[in-house]
């Protein structure tokens, strides 16, 4: 099977776990490009993944590198922007959490995403597919454990 060529964006704290991930861990992925705003973040991709292809304009990435797909591990407000930019170039696009950080850039991802059926658009809420969360939820469904409610609290 022809591995999936994948462009990471953002190689920050959990950037570089995807991108470690997607260099070495995943067998029918290979990590072709890498893209940050940080140069020495390109020198780790360099140096420590093996990728020589490296873009510190994103733009740039999705229209010179050798990719299928982007991994999006950037700065939460610069997700939506990079999500349609990449279906529009015609790239598979998988995107760490949150979507965006407000209504209307999330409304413009998900237009993208309605524009490109051909194109697979993953977002990574990695919580819905923890079993211990799934298994809480259902238990709630299940009315097992009453009206559930949130409390938020802060020290001072
Ligand atoms: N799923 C989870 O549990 C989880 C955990 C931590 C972070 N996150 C999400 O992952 C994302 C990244 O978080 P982080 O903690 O790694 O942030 P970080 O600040 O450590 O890294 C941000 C990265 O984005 C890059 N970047 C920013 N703007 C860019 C642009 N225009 N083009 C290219 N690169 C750009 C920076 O160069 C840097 O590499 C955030 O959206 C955060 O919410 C998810």
């Known amino acids: 099977m022809r591995k999936v060529k994948v462009g990471i964006a953002g190689l920050g704290r959990l950037g570089k776990v995807h991108a470690r991930n997607l260099a070495f ?16 973040e390109l020198e780790y991709a360099r140096e420590e993944l093996g990728v020589a292809d490296v873009y510190e304009d994103y733009r740039e990435m999705l229209a010179q590198a050798d990719i299928d797909a982007v991994a999006i591990v950037t700065t939460s407000g610069e997700h939506c922007w990079q999500i349609a930019a990449a279906l529009d170039a ?57 009206t559930p409610y949130m409390l938020k609290g802060a020290g001072i």
């Open 90 to 146: 015609g790239k598979h696009v998988f995107t760490d959490k949150p979507l965006g950080v407000t209504v209307e850039e999330c409304r413009l991802a998900e237009a993208a995403v309605e524009r490109h059926p051909e194109s697979v658009f993953f977002l990574g809420f990695m919580r819905r597919y923890d079993p211990s969360y799934a298994y809480a939820k259902k238990k709630i469904e299940e009315g097992v454990i009453g």
């Open 25 to 40: 861990k995943i067998p029918n992925a290979e990590l072709t490009a890498a893209c940050s705003i940080i140069p020495a």
